[in-house]
């Protein structure tokens, strides 16, 4: 019907948005001849600990390793139970791993799609270290609840912020309730590099320090190694790009949620169930994930009309052949199974033109209509 595909992201759009700034930065990385941990990934860390409410923030490779080198950070090791979700990126539950760590899932609460605290209490073993929630789609999880059980059974919190930089609970930014936090910067996100990149947040010194020695082979200094580390750094050219996009972040939030409001207009009270709009907490709207039943006619309807649509994700991680059977908690998420057949994402970037917004909004009126 139409030439046009209208994509789900476009990290394209961004840099064009910024081109000149973000070509400056770049050549000035170029002719500085520092191209790693420099004045340049010095500077946002500074910036983007300010932005997030946190004292420290460590640039690392990206956001997978920043979750954990966050859980080594806070001391999450060999044989420690980390509960978490199964309804994320394979990468929140690949790190828990990586870290030494054993994951236990628990299941999400339908209305946030988020971790449901109320769970928490019956997967918790002498051997559980750590709660990792996750902000999935930029919803933040309901923390006071979580740190709540956290506190009374002394576990650390470690938060899963890579798709929910900016949301906010009570005006408190995720990432400043738990012990650390990890972001990922990976180009489609709402912080998005030209690359990969992550970092590690938190507000306690000590944790700072074991983090920054750790991304870097455990140096206490150069060639001095303190501890046990790897190599994960956040790249000057990086870092230098994320600063061009930092001051922006805040207003390309509100756009997604602009966007993200006119599409919930359109579809509330239909058969297509927009996300829940979650009392005293702001959304980050990395993705716009709506429900239905009918899934596959209303995404072959939307193809029809030039609008491409994803599914975030196509499995559970606890469905995965690399977890399938082997993590505790697997056999109780029937909310999380509930999702999967249901879920869909819609086109959502701040650079969204008008047009394209009431393009999809009238393919989705379309659709409702009919059914
Ligand atoms: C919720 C979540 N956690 C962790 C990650 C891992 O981040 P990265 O791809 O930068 O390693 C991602 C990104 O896909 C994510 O969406």
């Known amino acids: ?127 559980t270290k750590a709660v990792l929630p996750v902000h999935i789609y930029g919803q933040p999880a309901p923390m006071e609840q979580i740190c709540d059980v956290a506190r009374r059974y002394k576990l650390l919190v470690i938060e899963d912020c890579a798709q929910a930089c900016g949301a906010e609970i009570r005006g408190g930014r995720v990432g400043t309730f738990g012990e650390a936090a990890a972001v990922s910067f990976y180009p489609t996100k709402n912080m998005g590099a030209i690359g990969d990149g992550g970092a590690v947040l938190t507000s306690n010194p000590e944790i700072a320090r074991r983090v920054q020695w750790l991304r870097e082979y455990g140096w206490e200094e150069r060639h001095v190694s303190k501890i046990p580390g790897i190599n994960s750094r ?83 991680v606890h469905q995965q052949a690399a977890y399938k059977e082997r993590i505790r908690g697997s056999e109780s998420l029937p909310e999380t199974e509930a999702l999967y057949d249901r879920i869909l994402t819609l086109p959502l970037y701040p650079e969204l033109s008008r047009g394209d917004v009431q393009r999809i909004c009238s393919a989705l009126k379309t659709w409702c209509e009919q059914h």
Do not use: W
């Open 1 to 127: 019907m139409t030439d046009r595909i209208i994509p789900v992201s476009r990290p394209l759009a961004q840099y064009s948005a910024h081109r000149k700034e973000i070509r400056a930065a770049v050549l000035r990385v170029l002719e500085s001849g520092r191209y790693i941990l420099g004045d340049e990934v010095h500077q946002f860390e500074g910036e983007f600990a300010g932005f997030s409410g946190c004292k420290h923030c460590i640039g690392v490779a990206n956001g997978t390793e920043a979750l954990m080198l966050a859980l080594m950070g806070c001391g999450v090791g060999s044989g420690d139970e980390v509960i978490t979700v199964s309804h994320t990126a394979v990468g929140t539950v690949a790190a828990i791993e990586l870290a030494g760590g054993v994951p236990v899932f628990v299941d999400i609460d339908p209305q946030t799609r988020c971790m449901d605290a109320r769970l928490i209490e019956d997967k918790i073993s002498s051997r």
């Open 234 to 316: 956040l790249d000057e050219l990086q870092a230098a790009i994320l600063r061009v996009k930092l001051p922006f972040l805040g207003h390309d939030n509100a756009r997604r949620r602009m966007i993200a409001q006119k599409y919930t207009e359109v579809i509330q009270g239909t058969a297509i169930l927009p996300p829940a709009e979650v009392p005293e907490t702001l959304h980050a709207m990395h993705l716009y994930v709506v429900e239905c039943a009918d899934r596959i006619s209303l995404r072959e309807f939307l193809q029809t009309r030039g609008i491409a649509t994803a599914v975030h994700y196509p499995f559970a």
